[in-house]
């Protein structure tokens, strides 16, 4: 008989409560499942290889942790990736609750816009000061030609 596989737990937005229960990549209730860490995934398949941790783990949950990146990763991924669950599939019905979430942003924004514009300029501040503090790519070495 077959052992059930290892499920991946589902990263979630920043700002959702750590309180929900947790879901796993496929989607079942990670409670209710043996479930494991996206890094516990990674680190599974860095000690045992790409096969052997097919055999342990959700091929569904593998596959899908694979393909997304965390907030932490790009915040920009993990949006898409909400959007997508929640308005694709044609418009299986999987709530509005990101579209509720991203309005109730966008006032808070509104009224915070002073604050939203210092935060905005102190990353594009950032982001500048820390590219002209790279050191400038090196030059690759021009192959000597050689005449015999």
């Avoid at 059930?4 to 737990?9: E, Y």
């Avoid at 209730?29 to 045992?48: H, P, W």
């Avoid at 949950?61 to 949006?79: F, G, L, V, Y």
Wanted: proline share 5%.
């Amino acid at each position: 008989m077959k052992e059930p596989v290892d499920h991946i737990v589902r990263p979630r937005l920043p700002w959702r409560a750590e309180s929900e229960p947790a879901i796993t990549e496929c989607g079942f209730d990670a409670s209710k499942v043996k479930a494991i860490t996206r890094e516990e995934f990674f680190q599974r398949r860095k000690d045992l290889g790409q096969q052997r941790t097919a055999m342990l783990t959700c091929m569904t949950c593998s596959q899908t942790a694979e393909r997304w990146e965390t907030w932490e990763q790009d915040p920009r991924k993990a949006i898409e990736r909400e959007v997508n669950w929640e308005c694709g599939w044609r418009g299986s019905g999987r709530g509005e609750r990101l579209k509720d979430e991203l309005l109730a942003i966008a006032t808070l924004i509104a009224a915070h816009s002073e604050e939203f514009k210092g935060l905005l300029a102190d990353m594009n501040a950032r982001r500048q000061w820390l590219e002209r503090k790279e050191p400038p790519a090196a030059k690759p070495k021009k192959a000597k030609t050689v005449y015999w």
